[in-house]
């Protein structure tokens, strides 16, 4: 089951995000150092002010997702971005990432979005699979978007179009 994750989860999801950020360091653009800098209220208050979407495997917080839209602009409010995305390594292949998928689509079409937008890896082939299977397409290659211990990491931008919930 997929929930939205709330203040009340801010521990749990410190915990797997730091993960995240430890094990898979050229999958996401945040800093490990700063977030880990970040005390529980900050994170309470990031949840307070983000969507964020949580699965759980056995009670535990196994997978995550974000959800954004652009609100400062009416030229961009109809593309949905999706960030964060991860599922802790004993949960994948269990379906969790394709159900974290789902419900954030589903999320995406009620709240009125048209295109979904994201950035992954060039090389992570698991992510980019996930989301050709969910509809997403290569629109580009960002080269060398991201820096990690001195070695550059391009980064592919997929899009896809969100259709209206039925």
């Known amino acids: 089951m997929i929930e939205r994750l709330t203040p009340a989860h801010a521990e749990e999801l410190r ?22 800098a970040f005390t529980l209220e900050h994170w309470r208050e990031r949840i307070e002010h983000r969507c964020m979407f949580g699965g ?9 997702n974000a ?16 960030g964060a995305m991860y599922v802790r390594e004993a949960a994948r292949g269990t379906g969790l990432a394709g159900a974290l998928m789902t419900h954030w689509l589903d999320h995406a079409a009620r709240s009125g979005a048209e295109m979904a937008v994201l950035d992954v890896e060039a ?32 980064e592919l ?10």
Not at 15 to 36: C, K, M, N, Q
Not at 125 to 152: C, Q, T
Not at 157 to 166: D, H, L, Q, V
Request: a positive charge.
């Open 157 to 166: 931008e997929m899009w896809r179009e969100i259709t209206s919930p039925a």
């Open 67 to 82: 959800f954004s839209l652009d609100t400062y602009s009416k030229k961009t409010a109809h593309v949905a971005t999706l």
């Open 56 to 64: 759980r495997v056995d009670g535990r917080l196994a997978g995550i």
């Open 15 to 36: 915990d797997i995000r730091l993960e995240a950020l430890r094990l898979h360091p050229t999958a996401f653009s945040a800093d490990p150092e700063v977030e880990g």
């Open 123 to 154: 090389t992570n082939r698991r992510a980019i699979a996930l989301y050709e299977r969910h509809g997403f397409k290569i629109l580009g290659r960002k080269p060398r978007s991201m820096k990690v211990d001195g070695i550059f990491y391009d």
